[in-house]
C-alpha cells in the first residue's frame, strides 16, 4: 500500500466553525490532490498540488483552501464549514514521470459531517 | 475537458453470473482511461487501466475492459462474479499529456452480489 495517511478519519463539527484535514505521504511523490466523494458524482476534485507551496484550483474549490509547507504535508482548510461541505474526503498522490503517466494512489479518506 | 457517464447507480448480479458495468466518456483530446474499485470503508483502489496499445485490458481479480475508442466506451466485465466483488467502482479518465496526472471520475457504479 502507497504511505498515505489521512486524519482525522472521522470528524463531526457545527455549521461555522473551522476545519483542517491532514493528508500525510512518506512516498516523496511531487503530486497531491484532495477530492470529496458524493453519492452520484463520484470523485471531484477540490484542490491538487504539484510542489511545495504550488497549489491550484480543482473543479470544486470553492469554500476551501489548502496548503503546503512541506512535501509530505498537504492540508485542506473549511474556514466556515456548511452543511453542503458534508462528505467523504480523499486524499491522493502520484509521482511525476516525464512522459508517462503516473497512477494516483488514494488515502483511506475522512467523513466530516457538518451539522 | 473531459466527462464520464457511468450508465447504471445500481447493478445487482447473482454471484458465478456474468457482469458488465458501462461506462461511456468525452473527450476533445486522446485519453487514458481506468477502473478504480472502493470496497466498504476503504480509499480508492486501481483496477485496471488503458494507457495506449491492445485495446483489451486485464486487471486485477479477474476483471477486464475494452476500450472502444468509436463508441468512446470503456465497459468492464467479469465472467464470474464473487460475493467478495460487492464494490462500488468508478470509471475515470485522464487527457494525454496533461500535466498533473488529472482524473475525471463517472459517478460510480455500486455492484451488489447476491448468494
Known amino acids: 500500500d502507497a504511505g498515505i495517511t489521512q486524519s482525522p478519519r472521522h470528524k463531526v463539527t457545527e455549521t461555522g466553525t473551522p476545519v483542517t484535514l491532514r493528508c500525510h505521504q512518506t512516498?516523496?511523490?511531487?503530486?497531491m490532490y484532495w477530492y470529496r466523494q458524493d453519492p452520484g458524482h463520484g470523485l471531484r476534485l477540490i484542490h491538487y498540488?504539484?510542489?511545495?507551496?504550488?497549489?491550484d484550483k480543482g473543479e470544486v474549490s470553492d469554500g476551501y483552501s489548502v496548503s503546503r509547507s512541506k512535501t509530505e504535508d498537504f492540508l485542506l482548510t473549511l474556514e466556515s464549514a456548511t452543511s453542503s461541505q458534508t462528505s467523504v474526503y480523499f486524499c491522493?498522490?502520484?509521482?511525476?514521470?516525464?512522459?508517462?503517466?503516473?497512477?494516483?494512489?488514494f488515502g483511506p479518506g475522512t467523513r466530516l459531517t457538518v451539522l | 475537458a473531459q466527462s464520464v457517464t457511468q450508465l447504471d447507480s445500481q447493478v445487482p448480479v447473482f454471484e458465478e453470473a456474468p457482469v458488465e458495468l458501462r461506462c461511456n466518456y468525452s473527450?476533445?483530446?486522446?485519453?487514458?482511461l481506468f477502473w478504480y474499485v472502493q470496497y466498504p470503508n476503504q480509499g480508492l483502489q486501481l483496477l485496471l487501466k488503458?494507457?495506449?496499445?491492445?485495446?483489451l485490458v486485464k486487471g486485477i481479480n479477474g476483471f477486464e475492459a475494452e476500450f472502444n475508442k468509436s463508441q468512446t466506451s470503456f465497459h468492464l466485465r467479469k465472467p464470474s462474479v464473487h460475493i467478495s466483488d460487492t464494490a462500488e467502482y468508478f470509471c475515470?479518465?485522464?487527457?494525454?499529456?496533461?500535466?498533473?496526472?488529472?482524473?475525471?471520475f463517472g459517478g460510480g457504479t455500486r455492484l451488489m452480489v447476491k448468494p
Open positions: 498540488s504539484y510542489g511545495v507551496k504550488d497549489t
Open positions: 473527450s476533445s483530446v486522446s485519453v487514458y
Open positions: 475515470a479518465v485522464s487527457g494525454v499529456n496533461n500535466a498533473g496526472n488529472m482524473l475525471t
Open positions: 512516498e516523496n511523490h511531487r503530486y
Open positions: 488503458y494507457l495506449s496499445g491492445s485495446t
Open positions: 491522493a498522490i502520484s509521482r511525476q514521470d516525464r512522459g508517462a503517466y503516473n497512477e494516483q494512489f
